[in-house]
Structure formats: C-alpha cells, structure tokens
T-cell receptor
Framework: SQQGEEDPQALSIQEGENATMNCSYK?????LQWYRQNSGRGLVHLIL?????REKHSGRLRVTLDTSKKSSSLLITASRAADTASYFC????????????FGGGTRLMVKP | DGGITQSPKYLFRKEGQNVTLSCEQN?????MYWYRQDPGQGLRLIYY???????QKGDIAEGYSVSREKKESFPLTVTSAQKNPTAFYLC?????????????FGEGSWLTVV
C-alpha cells in the first residue's frame, strides 16, 4: 500500500518558473526522502529530511516537512528544461527492513 | 565505478516461461530490494533482503522468487505464476541507518511478455 501521495499528479510550467510538489503520508515517519526519475531510468536520490527537521535546502531544491499535517513539499526554483522528470516522495517508518514506501509521483514538464 | 548494475535492460518472455533479472552491487550495502513499476505509477515492493541468506516478501511477492547467496547479488525470478509480468523492474540497495537509509537504484529492466 502506498504511504505517500503526491499532488499534483502532473505539472507543466515554463522554464524559469518555480515548481512545487506536495506529498502527504499517513503514519509516523523517521524521515522523508525525495527522488527523481527520468523516463525509463532508475530513481536518483535528491534530498532527505528527518522527522525533527522542518526545512532543508540543496541547490535549487527546498524541502519542507510538517509532521503535524503529515505533509512535505518539494520546491524547485528557477526550473530548467532538464528538470523534466517524475518526482517521488518516499517515507521511512523505521519498521522491519527500514523500507521506503513510495508515492505515485508527480510528473513535471518544464517547457523551454 | 561503484553502483548497482541490472541486466538485461530489455527482456522478452514467452507465456509459461520463467525469467531471471540480475542485480549486482559493489556498494557493500547489506540491504537490497526489488520494486515493480507500472507505466505512470509509483513503485511497489516485491522482495527485500537485509542480509545474506535472508529475504522477506514485500507487498506483491506472488509469482516472484529471489535468492541472496552473496552480499553483492540479489537476482529476481519472474515465474510463470505471475500473470501480468510486463513492467519495469528496479533493484535497489540501502546505506546503513547512520546515513538515513538512503536507497540507491539501478537503471532498471524492462520485461515484456510476448
């Protein structure tokens, strides 16, 4: 069963604009991670935010986490055509195997 | 280079055949995973292994089998019992908890039933 649900499912923006993707989850977590997937490729880890953190930055990426609302957002600033990909949030609950549970993803298209 | 290697990239299976997807990692990670991804969908966990000679079923293990005889290798067999095997298969391995349990993925294998 999916723990995280991304919103929107698809997003189309112009180059230079900011892109915001949201993730909601259901149970308590140890950390939340964002991954990127180019079409037909494996997933690449972008950023991890721990449950005791509220905001984290990495280059043009900004991730927030609100554990009271069980939600996270990924902001990509000054988007580029090369940012076109699917973005997934994944939650780690610390249970058996410390498995990550992935959401359905947001498909981002950045038009040049 | 360090990483996870999946092979083959593309595989065609006839009805009733078993096929095996290879996954090798040289990252010295203990834990390894197999996920299935259907077009436009998220990832679903098939099997995972936390240590050599041990593995556990994930959410959609029916019709699949795995082995973990070596730390570096975690092959997945798609058996004839899997009725709808056409999908993109992703193998992954995990850093330890001191690194936040980040998962690293291979490039995936496309399986098509013909």
């Amino acid at each position: 069963s999916q723990q995280g649900e991304e919103d929107p499912q698809a997003l189309s923006i112009q180059e230079g604009e900011n892109a915001t993707m949201n993730c909601s989850y259901k149970t308590s977590i140890n950390n939340l991670q964002w991954y990127r997937q180019n079409s037909g490729r494996g997933l690449v880890h972008l950023i991890l935010i721990r449950s005791n953190e509220r905001e984290k930055h990495s280059g043009r990426l900004r991730v927030t986490l609100d554990t009271s609302k069980k939600s996270s957002s990924l902001l990509i600033t000054a988007s580029r055509a090369a940012d076109t990909a699917s973005y997934f949030c994944a939650t780690a609950g610390g249970g058996a195997g410390n498995m990550l549970t992935f959401g359905g993803g947001t498909r981002l298209m950045v038009k040049p | 280079d360090g990483g996870i290697t999946q092979s083959p990239k593309y595989l065609f299976r006839k009805e009733g055949q078993n096929v095996t997807l290879s996954c090798e990692q040289n990252l010295n990670h203990d834990a390894m995973y197999w996920y299935r991804q259907d077009p436009g969908q998220g990832l679903r966990l098939i099997y995972y292994s936390q240590i050599v000679n041990d593995f556990q079923k994930g959410d959609i293990a029916e019709g699949y089998s795995v082995s973990r005889e070596k730390k570096e290798s975690f092959p997945l067999t798609v058996t004839s019992a899997q009725k709808n095997p056409t999908a993109f298969y992703l193998c992954a391995s995990r850093q330890g908890p001191e690194s936040g349990n980040t998962i690293y993925f291979g490039e995936g294998s496309w399986l098509t039933v013909v």
